[in-house]
C-alpha cells in the first residue's frame, strides 16, 4: 500500500507559516494540506508504481483532484484503487472556520 501524502517538506514550509502568523485553529489543519499537494503526491505515487509495475492502493482519498490522478491511472488499465471515508463525501470544512476554536 502506498500513502499518497509524501508532500511532508511543502507541508512543513506551510504549518511553519501559519503558526508564524498565529493561525492556530483547526481549520489551519486542512489550509496547510492543499488539495493540490494531494493530486501531486497522488500522480507520484501512480507513475512510481507504473515504472516498478505495481499495484497501488490508497487508503484515504478526500481530494477530487487527487481522485482524478486514480480516474486517469485506471483509464489507462493500471491497478490502481483508492477509498475514502464518509464524512470526506458529506462534510466540509466550514464548522472550523470560527476562529474562536
Excluded: K, Q
Amino acid at each position: 500500500m502506498l500513502c499518497p501524502r509524501g508532500n511532508g517538506p511543502v507541508i512543513d514550509v506551510l504549518v511553519r507559516r501559519a503558526l508564524a502568523a498565529g493561525h492556530t485553529n483547526p481549520g489551519w489543519h486542512g489550509r496547510t494540506r492543499p488539495e493540490l499537494a494531494e493530486a501531486e503526491a497522488t500522480h507520484r505515487a501512480i507513475a512510481l508504481a507504473e515504472m516498478a509495475n505495481a499495484p497501488v492502493y490508497s487508503s484515504t482519498c478526500p481530494a477530487a483532484e487527487a481522485l482524478s490522478e486514480v480516474i486517469a491511472a485506471r483509464d489507462r488499465g493500471r491497478p490502481v484503487f483508492a477509498e475514502t471515508c464518509p464524512h470526506y463525501l458529506f462534510l466540509d470544512s466550514s464548522v472550523y472556520d470560527d476562529d474562536g476554536l
